[in-house]
C-alpha cells in the first residue's frame, strides 16, 4: 500500500495561482500513473488530471484544460498539480490518487475513482472572487 500526502492547498483571490504537492511513499511511485481529483461542497468528486508513469502522458477535466498543469519528479516521488487562473468554481478539496495497475499508459481511461487504489487525505482550495 502507498501513503500520500498532499500539501499547497490554501486561500486565494480569483485569478491567483497555487501550486500543489502529493508525497508518495511505501510502493516504486515511478511505476503507476497518478491523478488528481476534487470534491466542492455538496458536490461529488471529480477527475482534474492524470499523468502516466512515465510522464510522458497526461490528460485533463475540460474544466481546467489551459489553465492546470500535472507533472511529476520520479526521482522525489511527487506530483504536482500547478493551478493557474483560479476561479471560484475550483474551490473544493483536492486529492491525489494512485493507479491501480503498474505501467499502463492509458491515461484516457484514468478518469474514473475505480481505476485508483490508494487515496490521500486532501488539500482544501478555495477561491475568492
Known amino acids: 500500500q502507498v501513503q500520500l500526502v498532499e500539501s499547497g492547498g490554501g486561500l486565494v483571490q480569483a485569478g491567483g495561482s497555487l501550486r500543489l504537492s502529493c508525497a508518495a511513499s511505501?510502493?516504486?511511485?515511478?511505476?503507476?500513473?497518478m491523478g488528481w481529483f476534487r470534491q466542492a461542497p455538496g458536490k461529488e468528486r471529480e477527475f482534474v488530471a492524470v499523468i502516466s508513469w512515465s510522464g510522458r502522458y497526461t490528460l485533463y477535466a475540460d474544466s481546467v484544460k489551459g489553465r492546470f498543469t500535472i507533472s511529476r519528479d520520479n526521482g522525489e516521488n511527487t506530483v504536482y498539480l500547478q493551478m493557474n487562473s483560479l476561479k471560484p468554481e475550483d474551490t473544493a478539496v483536492y486529492y491525489c490518487?494512485?493507479?491501480?495497475?503498474?505501467?499502463?499508459?492509458?491515461?484516457?481511461?484514468?478518469?474514473?475513482?475505480?481505476?485508483?487504489?490508494?487515496w490521500g487525505q486532501g488539500t482544501q482550495v478555495t477561491v475568492s472572487s
Open positions: 490518487a494512485t493507479h491501480r495497475r503498474a505501467y499502463d499508459s492509458g491515461t484516457d481511461r484514468m478518469t474514473r475513482e475505480f481505476e485508483y487504489d490508494s
Open positions: 511505501g510502493r516504486t511511485f515511478s511505476r503507476y500513473a
